[in-house]
């Protein structure tokens, strides 16, 4: 079995290759870049999925993820990592995913069941960069809130997203897909409520924050 140390600077490493994979992509390809942006929040959200498997105590992923807010943070005030900050739009998203991920590390240690950590993460790597994606080629049904515009295709591929990702996660328990059903809707509804009722790249931490809620009130059990 890895070694925490040796897990730690792995995934370390990895972190600071995909980084490295985007802003070779916005250098020398000249890739626009909310897609390299899109790239590095799909691929930290997926690496960030191997934590409970490769990390069993809560210290190596306090140390991953204040070194990496420390980075992002620097990195927009002194300009570089400019394949995740050089947007035109206001957002804190980047900086604010080191910590989401830390809640639902601690959340699931607590709770003793992996999908208080896995189904935010997954829904916020994967529902959100495809909901904005289908949202921007096909923006059919547009509205604003608070300032927030948003479309009905963006939506519906994140509810429908978000769905799948429940039933594929559940699908390996003992649950009947009776027991399924209400929870898997309830979460998708739930992060797709808040993905649409925020901006500046706060549903990083609303989406992960509704399926803990949500997971919390429907007390699915527990898949360890």
């Not at 079995?1 to 995934?11: C, F, H």
């Not at 802003?23 to 690496?47: D, P, Y």
């Not at 993905?195 to 429907?218: A, F, M, R, W």
């Amino acid at each position: 079995m890895i070694n925490t140390l040796t897990a730690t600077i792995g995934l370390a490493t990895a972190f600071m290759v995909l980084f490295g994979i985007a802003e070779t992509l916005l250098a020398k390809c000249q890739i626009n870049t909310e897609h390299t942006r899109k790239l590095v929040h799909m691929g930290s959200g997926l690496l960030a999925l191997s934590f409970p498997l490769l990390l069993v105590s809560y210290v190596p992923v306090i140390v991953l993820c204040s070194g990496f807010t420390a980075l992002l943070l620097l990195s927009k005030k002194y300009r570089f990592l400019n394949s995740i900050n050089a947007v035109k739009r206001k957002t804190r998203g980047a900086e604010l995913f080191p910590l989401i991920v830390f809640i639902c590390f601690i959340t699931q240690l607590t709770k003793g069941d992996t999908s208080y950590y896995y189904l935010p993460l997954l829904i916020l790597a994967l529902s959100d960069p495809l909901a904005a994606y289908f949202g921007n080629k096909w923006p059919m049904g547009s509205y604003v809130f608070n300032g927030h515009k948003k479309t009905l295709v963006g939506s519906l591929v994140f509810f429908t997203t978000s769905l799948l990702i429940c039933f594929v996660f559940y699908s390996a328990s003992e649950l009947s897909i009776e027991n399924i059903l209400m929870p898997a809707l309830l979460i998708s509804a739930s992060a797709t409520i808040s993905e649409g009722l925020v901006k500046n790249g706060y549903d990083n931490v609303s989406i992960p924050l509704s399926v803990l809620i949500t997971l919390q009130l429907t007390s699915t059990a527990p898949i360890c």
